[in-house]
């Protein structure tokens, strides 16, 4: 059960990533600051994903050990 909700919020993680880039090709032309500021956003999303992605996979092993 915890596992599934754990790959649940790592794919939320990318969800993010998506609408953000989304919003990056919307306001591009109108704001570009804001622009950049939602890359920002997309960017540290897909850095999460890897992130808990990793951290799950981590404590899936540590389980199996004991």
Same mark, same amino acid.
């Given at each position: 059960m915890?596992?599934? !909700? &754990? #790959? *649940? +919020?790592e &794919?939320a &993680? *990318?969800?993010? /990533?998506?609408?953000?880039i &989304? *919003?990056?090709v919307?306001n591009?032309? $109108?704001?570009?600051n804001r /622009?950049? $500021? =939602? *890359? =920002?956003?997309?960017?540290?999303?897909? +850095?999460?994903f +890897? =992130? @808990?992605?990793k +951290?799950? @996979?981590? !404590?899936e092993? #540590?389980?199996k @050990? #004991?």
């Amino acid at each position: 059960m915890r596992n599934s !909700i &754990y #790959q *649940l +919020f790592e &794919y939320a &993680y *990318l969800a993010m /990533a998506a609408f953000s880039i &989304y *919003l990056v090709v919307t306001n591009w032309e $109108l704001d570009r600051n804001r /622009a950049y $500021l =939602f *890359l =920002f956003f997309a960017a540290v999303a897909v +850095f999460m994903f +890897f =992130f @808990k992605r990793k +951290f799950r @996979k981590n !404590i899936e092993e #540590q389980n199996k @050990k #004991q």
